[in-house]
């Protein structure tokens, strides 16, 4: 689903009819929308109304915010969702620290996205392919094109299978480097 709009009367619609006996995962869905849209504002009342709700989020909904605010290059929001997370009984955990490494990465915050990397390959995180793909995009713009190879190496050697944005990533990180 794409439409905001829509995702909201869906989710007014099952509130209504049906008594789930996790509603957080109604709020999760349509918090997914938000995020297609790039729609911070609509994440964050979202948010507010799970809240105001006595519905307890999860670590899908702080994943989906954390990474709604990094597509959104808003790293400050990023973080108050990733810091919130112990409040709510909710501990950090791979996906949540692949959004992280993506929303330090998307703003330019290079250091804490290696950092937090590097924190994942001794912790053995699994790692998702969009941190990969942002991982790649960092060492290429930096002129780095080893460290863009040398990420996709680590992803293979893991078992992670890259995709087209990945592929697209590294061909045209390499293609700036005139490398074949």
């Known amino acids: 689903m794409n439409n905001l709009e829509n995702a909201l009367l869906g989710l007014n619609y099952f509130q209504q009819r049906l008594k789930p006996k996790r509603e957080v995962i109604l ?85 804490m996205a290696f950092s937090l990397y590097d924190q994942s390959r001794t912790e053995k995180w699994c790692i998702d392919p969009v941190t990969f793909s942002t991982l790649i995009k960092i060492h290429g713009q930096l002129g780095n094109f080893d460290g863009c190879l040398n990420v996709y190496e680590e992803m293979k050697a893991i078992a992670a299978k890259p995709n087209l944005v990945i592929d697209n990533t590294l061909l045209d990180a390499m293609g700036r480097a005139m490398r074949p």
């Open 27 to 111: 709020y999760n869905v349509t918090l997914k929308v938000c995020r297609k849209g790039k729609d911070l504002e609509s994440a964050e009342k979202l948010f507010n109304e799970i809240l105001q709700r006595g519905v307890k989020p999860d670590n899908v909904t702080f994943f989906t915010s954390i990474s709604c605010a990094g597509m959104c290059s808003l790293l400050d929001k990023a973080v108050e969702w990733f810091e919130k997370m112990p409040s709510f009984g909710c501990n950090p955990d791979d996906v949540t620290y692949s959004a992280m490494i993506d929303a330090y990465g998307r703003a330019g915050k290079v250091e």
